[in-house]
């Protein structure tokens, strides 16, 4: 993943990368997410988001949105714990356009109250359809409990009763004290001459003022575990199992994404289908997932299946927990589920805008971007002890948490 990088004096970086294609694609990654919030001010990062699209100070809402989609480009955006993402896909002609757009709304939008109050409808009814979507819910859900009491748990969209309550004032302060320009990064993959990025990046971003505000990340403290049950107005249970996992820069996180990979992730080979919807049929939906932040993660098994078939569906996901911590994989079963990661991790470079995009978040991680061969070493390098290890912290049954939505009257 080579890629050329300039700096410039108020911190914000450009980052490129080549690719032969009349298609580019274009972020503008700002290391601000909701775990930034104060109390109170749940899914405010994501209010901002959204009315980032509405007026700046010299387009209005529809100047903004006709900027790019005359020419047959893609604008969107999304928020996550701790990022916020402005990205674009565009025809090659329209770089400068699209790095114009992207300076004006990040730098000078100016949140009008009549946008605002036409925006907090549109999330409160966001708010309403995800809690109406049980397999989204449960996930929040269970962040929330699993990281009780800390900001990182916090839903990113907020509550009905947090966006009732923001303000211009509150967006304001929220930007001046999070979103520091050295931890801004713009990024591009396309056919260009890597001066004529620079040179774009400067005229645009360079006389943005530099902040150096410093955040205030608190690690959360001991997780929460046993099993939680609620009873909602839902014909199927859904259930979710897991733990607090590796930072991002854990030693031990590619093995745990290796494990993941095998457990639940891409394909239907992963041994979490196999065995539950393969061999036994009771689950028509079951993965496992791991995600990394700066000081903590997550790894989880979600599935959803009929109420007289949750307690076998769990079992049988202990059982498949407890082989990884007593048994070792054998040689060729590592060399196996090595090859197929790899495999999808090249695949997946393909999808050039999540690649420019991970880029950036490495970037403002680490400071760096590991090229392919050494993703791809890092991965060889581990061994099926260090998975056993891993197995036997991580899948720890007494260290786990179970959360489960049931059918029945709402709790």
């Given at each position: 993943m080579e890629y050329q990088l300039h700096t410039l004096a108020n911190g914000i970086r450009i980052m490129y990368k080549y690719a032969p294609s009349s298609v580019s694609h274009a972020c503008i990654l700002i290391n601000a997410g909701s775990r930034?919030?104060?109390?109170?001010?749940?899914?405010?990062?994501?209010?901002?988001?959204?009315?980032?699209?509405?007026?700046?100070?010299?387009?209005?809402?529809?100047?903004?949105?006709?900027?790019?989609?005359?020419?047959?480009?893609?604008?969107?955006?999304?928020?996550?714990?701790?990022?916020?993402?402005?990205?674009?896909?565009?025809?090659?002609?329209?770089?400068?356009?699209?790095?114009?757009?992207?300076?004006?709304?990040?730098?000078?939008?100016?949140?009008?109250?009549?946008?605002?109050?036409?925006?907090?409808g549109v999330i409160q009814d966001e708010i309403a359809s995800y809690l109406d979507q049980p397999e989204e819910a449960i996930m929040d859900d269970f962040e929330e409990l699993l990281f009780k009491d800390h900001p990182i748990g916090k839903n990113i969209l907020g509550t009905n009763e947090t966006v009732e309550k923001m303000s211009r004032d509150d967006m304001?302060?929220?930007?001046?004290?999070?979103?520091?320009?050295?931890?801004?990064?713009?990024?591009?993959?396309?056919?260009?001459?890597?001066n004529k990025v620079s040179k774009l990046g400067e005229k645009y971003f360079g006389a943005i003022a530099a902040n150096y505000t410093s955040k205030h990340r608190v690690t959360p403290g001991v997780a929460t575990v046993g099993k939680h049950i609620v009873h909602k107005p839902i014909s199927q249970t859904h259930c979710v199992i897991g733990n607090t996992a590796?930072?991002?820069?854990?030693?031990?996180?590619?093995?745990?994404?290796?494990?993941?990979?095998?457990?639940?992730?891409?394909?239907?080979?992963?041994?979490?289908?196999?065995?539950?919807?393969?061999?036994h049929g009771i689950a028509y939906t079951i993965e496992s997932n791991y995600t990394a932040f700066t000081d903590t993660g997550i790894f989880s098994i979600y599935f959803g299946t009929d109420t007289e078939k949750?307690?076998?569906?769990?079992?049988?996901?202990?059982?498949?927990?407890?082989?990884?911590?007593?048994?070792?994989?054998?040689?060729l079963q590592l060399h196996q589920n090595k090859q197929k990661f790899i495999g999808q991790i090249a695949l997946a470079e393909e999808n050039r805008m999540s690649l420019i995009i991970s880029m950036a978040k490495s970037l403002v991680d680490f400071n760096q971007v590991d090229t392919l061969p050494q993703l791809f070493e890092k991965i060889n390098?581990?061994?099926?002890?260090?998975?056993?290890e891993?197995?036997?912290?991580?899948?720890?049954?007494?260290?786990?948490m179970t959360l489960l939505f049931e059918p029945g009257v709402r709790d």
């Open positions: 930034d919030e104060l109390p109170g001010k749940e899914g405010l990062a994501h209010f901002i988001e959204h009315l980032l699209f509405k007026e700046t100070e010299r387009r209005s809402t529809t100047q903004i949105l006709n900027r790019l989609e005359l020419v047959g480009a893609d604008l969107n955006a999304y928020t996550t714990k701790e990022y916020t993402c402005i990205h674009a896909s565009f025809l090659n002609p329209y770089l400068e356009r699209t790095i114009d757009l992207f300076e004006d709304i990040v730098f000078h939008s100016t949140f009008p109250e009549d946008e605002l109050e036409k925006e907090r304001q302060q929220f930007i001046a004290a999070n979103y520091n320009t050295n931890e801004i990064i713009f990024a591009v993959t396309g056919e260009y001459d890597f590796y930072a991002s820069s854990h030693k031990n996180k590619t093995g745990l994404l290796l494990l993941n990979n095998l457990l639940g992730g891409m394909g239907m080979s992963n041994r979490l289908n196999l065995e539950i919807r393969e061999k949750a307690d076998k569906a769990a079992r049988l996901i202990h059982k498949e927990l407890k082989k990884l911590r007593e048994q070792k994989l054998g040689t390098n581990v061994t099926a002890s260090q998975l056993l891993i197995s036997n912290e991580i899948f720890n049954e007494s260290k786990m």
